[in-house]
Nanobody
Framework: QVQLVESGGGLVQPGGSLRLSCAAA????????MSWYRQAPGKERELVAR????????NYADFVKGRFTISRDNAKNTVYLQMNSLEPEDTATYYC???????WGQGTQVTVSS
């Protein structure tokens, strides 16, 4: 059974930083590219970033390029999202997801507000 547990969200002021973590279990983590998605109230879920199985290839949505960094630790079955220069528009629930698997975690809430 696939398990994804996101953590690290919270309330932060504009310009601040947060580091999200996603602990994965129930599948062979090293076989799957991993992604971060987000969903703001009243909006569709959107892809934020993706990282390849070994971590050598990363892709980002245009709205986070240069501000967010995705990484993974295959020894810990964990994927991270370092978020810098946060903006109010980044307020959303953030989810991790293995590519080609349909499972979602509970998400972690990020609120950017002064």
């Amino acid at each position: 059974q696939v398990q994804l547990v996101e953590s690290g969200g919270g309330l932060v002021q504009p310009g601040g930083s947060l580091r999200l973590s996603c602990a994965a279990a129930g599948f062979t983590f090293t076989n799957y590219a991993m992604s971060w998605y987000r969903q703001a109230p009243g909006k569709e879920r959107e892809l934020v970033a993706r990282i390849s199985t070994a971590g050598g290839v990363t892709n980002y949505a245009d709205f986070v390029k240069g501000r967010f960094t995705i990484s993974r630790d295959n020894a810990k079955n964990t994927v991270y999202l370092q978020m810098n220069s946060l903006e109010p528009e980044d307020t959303a629930t953030y989810y991790c997801k293995p590519r080609y698997l349909g499972s979602w975690g509970q998400g972690t809430q990020v609120t950017v507000s002064s």
